[in-house]
T-cell receptor, first 113, second 110 residues
Framework: EAQVTQNPRYLITVTGKKLTVTCSQNMNHEYMSWYRQDPGLGLRQIYYSMNVEVTDKGDVPEGYKVSRKEKRNFPLILESPSPNQTSLYFC????????????FGSGTRLTVV | GQNIDQPTEMTATEGAIVQINCTYQTSGFNGLFWYQQHAGEAPTFLSYNVLDGLEEKGRFSSFLSRSKGYSYLLLKELQMKDSASYLCAVSHTGGFKTIFGAGTRLFVKA
């Protein structure tokens, strides 16, 4: 089944403790992206990747890092999480043709205390 | 600057037709997407418009006017399962950066 898999689904952590949210897709998509979703603000793009070893900042990249060492994986790293990073995070991928919409992962609900 | 506006909430009756509007301001337009998101779930892709006009897909249609920076999603023969948030999203030139609106929560009542 074609899908984007994120782990974990839920995570509660403490301020400053490094964490990684994994994302993997099995559709051979070149393009992957991370979003966070907050009430009233909608989905905001954190980082995106056009291909292996090619990444760029979205609208809210502060406090996050990403890497794209393999085509299928695009982990999101929070080196020193803070409470304002408490949010619902979505990984998404799509093909490079402009008309293709994103396939989203199931989401990761992160709470930083 | 970049901005996408859509109504926060709408209510409609089962079997009826509803139109959800979206206006946008952006540089380097490369297409407009609509997504559906049920509560607690991930968004799912509904439609894509890059040229002016109407795209029809079953009960759902989407319209775009690039000169007006305006789109709408039309849902016909509403069903209870259509109760969800509908997200308007604009893709920038190159297609890599996509900006989402805050979404419109649609309530379908019997």
């Amino acid at each position: 089944e074609a899908q984007v898999t994120q782990n974990p689904r839920y995570l509660i952590t403490v301020t400053g403790k490094k964490l990684t949210v994994t994302c993997s897709q099995n559709m051979n998509h070149e393009y992957m992206s991370w979003y966070r979703q907050d009430p009233g603000l909608g989905l905001r793009q954190i980082y995106y990747s056009m291909n292996v070893e090619v990444t760029d900042k979205g609208d809210v990249p502060e406090g996050y890092k990403v890497s794209r060492k393999e085509k299928r994986n695009f982990p999101l790293i929070l080196e020193s999480p803070s409470p304002n990073q408490t949010s619902l995070y979505f990984c998404a991928s799509r093909d490079t043709g402009g008309s293709y919409g994103y396939t989203f992962g199931s989401g990761t609900r992160l709470t930083v205390v | 600057g970049q901005n996408i506006d859509q109504p926060t909430e709408m209510t409609a009756t089962e079997g009826a037709i509803v139109q959800i509007n979206c206006t946008y301001q952006t540089s380097g337009f490369n297409g407009l997407f609509w997504y559906q998101q049920h509560a607690g779930e991930a968004p799912t892709f509904l439609s894509y418009n890059v040229l002016d006009g109407l795209e029809e897909k079953g009960r759902f249609s989407s319209f775009l006017s690039r000169s007006k920076g305006y789109s709408y999603l039309l849902l016909k023969e509403l069903q209870m399962k259509d109760s969800a948030s509908y997200l308007c999203a604009v893709s920038h030139t190159g297609g890599f950066k996509t900006i989402f609106g805050a979404g419109t929560r649609l309530f379908v009542k019997a």
